[in-house]
């Protein structure tokens, strides 16, 4: 037990010196119309591979990082690189990147953003601004009015896994959002279940009646992706199915790779079975 703790004690400082170095990667989940053949922004995810410890999860470095005080400073990280990064590969695709309910809270969280953008000139509507349902727990009005002004400024805001929480139905209709990301539970079983396909459809037709741009996260399946295009109301496409996870030279490289194309050819192609295809 003492080792363990020595062992995470160390990991802990160590991910303060990542923080401060830079020596975390952002890498970028695209998200694409219904077609698969427009990419229309990717989600900023952050990535660390320890030197001693190897891969350590998001879920578990986001968690140490609370708990030693530097969540804003890993969140600033990741905005600004992914705001560098955007403009990099030419800002025809948008960014989104995830804010916690510590974030929001801040009081210099809009100025951060803000200065973000500036010292990049990138354009606010090409950064959209994910939260849970959970960031408005704690405060929901503070919230509500960071995330006013943020749309004010032409910042998008998204509500991710929407649906899977207990205060979704209530807060839809008071909150500024741009967009809300459907959660892939709701799509696991879509395929065969009769039942999982109504609650699909009454999902994005609730969600589509308050005007907001759908995107269906965790789409892996050829089967899933048939479905839902045929549900009307879905906007965009998140998953596997059309794309894997890209780095930021990934994405300037297909921004290449794309103009150098003869017009009319193909953008992505699919291979795969019935049941899984993946970008090649």
Request: aromatic letters at 8%; proline letters at 2%.
């Amino acid at each position: 037990m003492e080792e363990e703790y020595v062992a995470t004690s160390r990991i802990k400082q160590d991910l303060k010196g990542a923080i401060a170095e830079g020596a975390l990667q952002v890498v970028y989940q695209p998200i694409f119309d219904v077609s698969g053949q427009n990419m229309m922004l990717t989600e900023a995810l952050c990535r660390w591979e320890h030197r001693e410890a190897g891969y350590i999860s998001p879920s578990q470095f986001v968690e140490m990082a609370e708990e030693i005080g530097v969540i804003g400073k890993l969140t600033e990280y990741v905005l600004r690189t992914a705001c560098r990064d955007c403009k990099a590969w030419g800002a025809d695709v948008g960014v989104s990147v995830n804010l916690s309910a510590l974030d929001l809270a801040r009081d210099d969280i809009v100025g951060m953003i803000r200065n973000a953008l500036d010292d990049f000139d990138l354009d606010a509507s090409k950064l959209c601004i994910e939260v849970t349902e959970t960031v408005f727990v704690k405060d929901f009005t503070k919230t509500a009015t960071t995330l006013k002004i943020l749309k004010s400024m032409g910042v998008k805001t998204s509500l991710d896994d929407f649906g899977t929480g207990y205060s979704s139905l209530s807060y839809l209709d008071r909150l500024p959002l741009s967009r809300v990301k459907i959660d892939r539970s709701f799509i696991l079983d879509i395929v065969d279940d009769p039942k999982a396909q109504r609650l699909f459809r009454g999902v994005v037709s609730l969600a589509k009646e308050l005007e907001f741009d759908i995107i269906v996260e965790g789409v892996e399946g050829a089967e899933q992706l048939a479905y839902i295009r045929h549900v009307e109301g879905v906007d965009m496409i998140q998953g596997y199915v059309f794309s894997k996870i890209l780095t930021a030279s990934d994405m300037i490289a297909r921004r290449e790779s794309r103009f150098a194309k003869p017009s009319g050819g193909p953008l992505l192609k699919l291979v795969g079975t019935s049941r899984s295809l993946e970008a090649v």
